[in-house]
């Protein structure tokens, strides 16, 4: 029975004379190694021997209650405080084996300092100066790394790391154990090591971060799948190059070159016949290219070069669309191309999205009326302007907006949680300021964005925004995030995740603070480029959610593919459920399935108190809509009120 005991005190009486106090003592503690045992006697001098023998916490006379009851309370204690001291000191063990791991996976270059002298270095450290144990640098003088051109200028730092342990971040030379000199970044941080107060050294190879710094830049620039440039660089320099052609009254010319049945190519013969027409037209373009000349892959079978004045662009578009047309791409359909033309001096050009849009609106005409090159002119505006009604003034107006950072007015609408989520969820929408002072939604505006082609600006002014203010109200404690809209421009711009990132970094916001929704439509539409945003803002830990879900089986399917967080269903859906049961029996099913797979739901357009009790009950995560709150042009808080 004394095997299966486990006890924190145990009581001995040394007055009974059938038992092996001895013997069961060892027994107790083989099972309860910590237990304190506390022995009882008559006479307690007489047992001082046996107390001392067997390891007692105490010994006292058997009837004295008092004692017994205070001498069982401190060594109750003092098992708490035992256990709490093994504790700390398995914690303690369990955090040096992750530093450990961590320092030793760690690919940056880590080291540990005291008096000057090496203690502890990474494998990353040790291959960065060419050693090849870690007993080979314990001991070295620190200095020894320094290249003797600097060792003057580090003396000062030597000397306040041996004082604070610390010091400020410097650029210096170092050598290796090659004898090889490396240019290095050096930051310093008081630690301990074995008890001792020590630095903590971290090195970066500032050659290998300009490398890095590079292959950010070319990422931020190219386009993946074709390595010409991307639509944003492409944007940018077109803007600076027409500005100067402007001022100096010079003539640009702009070619673009659709693929127009590239879609017909990827149904019939496959997506990755499609994928090797769209590199193969990019190389075929890239080849036969002037140097001076810019090359972009500005749409999703879209090719934009901007010619300068010295090129003569019509000749030029004509000469590569023969060559085009006579090469063999071994895929059924063949590839049908068409081009637009457009030229700077052709009123009115104010920007370079004027000039796309000619551009655009030229190789448009060329595939309505069966043509292979049509040239941008007046009379294509007047028809453009009764086909696609695009208004001149909003343009300009919103061409301000992101210019100018003034007309362009943010709303905020909350999105709550029926089940008492701490989360403080706000939608954010645009309002644009006219020349009379008035803000007009969204469908007064958007459109227009759409045609002259500024929604991958406007875009970025709201992600821009967006990121600026949930830092500053994170910042002052409050638990908002904002859930951000996307366009179809944004999914195909493919230096927008790093940008969202470099964003990121100068407001130190984290991405966990943003959710950025999308339209079903544009998901399915733009499949690819959707994937790869998503893996993308998933690995900065975004959120990302579905509008406008459709209630079919393929919208789950898109759901559960693309990991979302959050579904919108669509707006009239809770309308829909309050005079409709077969609706409210097809919500509660897909509002289950998408549950089921982690993802939250949201139901927006709430007009009416009788919708939320509905949607209680089939347990939606969260409702928004103007019956909860309108869009108001600033997020106040209760203590603010």
């Known amino acids: 029975m004394l095997e299966s005991v486990h006890a ?40 001082l021997f046996f107390a001392a023998e067997t390891g007692a916490q105490d010994i006292i006379e058997r009837h004295d209650h008092a004692h017994l009851i205070y001498v069982v309370n401190r060594e109750q204690q003092n098992m708490i405080t035992k256990r709490q001291l093994l504790d700390a000191k398995t914690e303690a063990e369990e955090a040096k084996q992750r530093w450990t791991l961590l320092t030793n996976s760690s690919q940056e270059a880590i080291a540990y300092v005291h008096e000057g002298m090496h203690v502890h270095a990474n494998p990353a450290y040790l291959s960065l100066f060419g050693y090849q144990e870690a007993d080979d640098v314990e001991g070295l003088p ?287 929408y645009l309002r644009l300021r006219d020349n009379d002072d008035k803000l007009l939604l969204p469908s007064e505006f958007m459109p227009e964005a759409v045609k002259s082609g500024r929604m991958a600006e406007i875009d970025r002014w709201v992600i821009r925004r ?22 179809s421009a944004g999914i195909t711009d493919d230096s927008l995740l790093l940008w969202i990132c470099d964003c990121l970094r100068e407001f130190k916001a984290k991405g966990a603070w943003l ?20 893996e993308g803002l998933k690995q900065i830990n975004c959120r990302i959610a579905m509008s406008h879900f459709s209630f079919e089986q393929e919208a789950v399917n898109l759901s559960k593919h693309l990991s979302l967080d959050m579904v919108c269903f669509e707006t009239d859906t809770a309308r829909n459920i309050a005079r409709d049961k077969e609706h409210r029996e097809l919500l509660g099913s897909y509002n289950e399935q998408l549950q089921k797979e982690g993802i939250k739901t949201v139901v927006t357009h709430i007009e009416e108190a009788a919708q939320l009790a509905l949607l209680w009950n089939i347990g939606v995560n969260y409702i928004q809509g103007n019956f909860i709150q309108e869009p108001v042009d600033s997020i106040v808080y209760d203590a603010e009120l």
């Open 8 to 47: 924190d005190v145990v009581l001995v009486n040394c007055d009974a004379e059938e038992i092996d106090f001895t013997t069961a003592i060892r027994q107790i503690r083989r099972q309860s190694p910590m237990a304190a045992f506390i022995l009882l006697s008559d006479d307690p001098a007489e047992e």
């Open 466 to 487: 967006s990121i600026r203010e949930v830092a500053e109200h994170r910042q002052k404690g409050h638990r908002i995030n904002f859930l951000v809209s996307l366009s």
């Open 142 to 428: 620190f200095m020894d790394l320094i290249a003797s051109e600097d060792r003057l200028k580090f003396k000062p730092v030597l000397r306040m790391l041996e004082k604070e342990h610390t010091a400020e971040n410097i650029e210096i030379n170092c050598v290796t154990n090659e004898g090889e000199t490396l240019a290095v970044e050096m930051r310093f941080a008081p630690t301990r090591m074995e008890g001792e107060s020590c630095t903590q050294v971290i090195v970066t190879d500032r050659s290998a971060r300009t490398d890095y710094q590079q292959r950010l830049e070319d990422l931020a620039h190219y386009d993946m799948d074709t390595g010409l440039y991307n639509r944003n660089y492409f944007l940018e320099q077109l803007e600076e190059r027409l500005q100067q052609a402007m001022a100096d009254e010079n003539r640009l010319g702009l070619p673009t070159f659709d693929i127009a049945n590239l879609k017909d190519i990827r149904t019939e013969a496959g997506m990755d016949p499609g994928d090797q027409v769209l590199r193969e037209t990019a190389r075929l373009l890239n080849e036969a290219t002037y140097e001076s000349d810019l090359l972009a892959r500005f749409g999703e079978h879209e090719f934009a070069l901007l010619c300068t004045p010295d090129t003569d662009a019509k000749a030029v578009a004509y000469r590569l669309l023969e060559k085009l047309e006579q090469y063999d791409f071994g895929v059924s359909p063949k590839p049908k191309f068409v081009v637009g033309l457009a030229f700077s001096d052709t009123p009115p050009v104010r920007s370079a999205h004027d000039l796309l849009h000619h551009a655009t609106l030229a190789w448009k005409r060329a595939l309505e009326k069966k043509e292979d090159v049509i040239v941008f002119d007046e009379s294509i505006t007047e028809t453009a302007a009764g086909a696609d009604n695009i208004d001149e003034t909003l343009v300009q107006l919103i061409d301000e907006a992101l210019e100018k950072d003034n007309r362009f007015v943010p709303a905020y609408q909350p999105v709550v949680s029926l089940h008492g989520n701490s989360r403080e969820d706000y939608s954010i």
């Open 515 to 534: 959710t950025f929704v999308v339209s079903q439509e544009e998901m399915t539409r733009h499949l690819e480029q959707m994937e790869q945003l998503a």
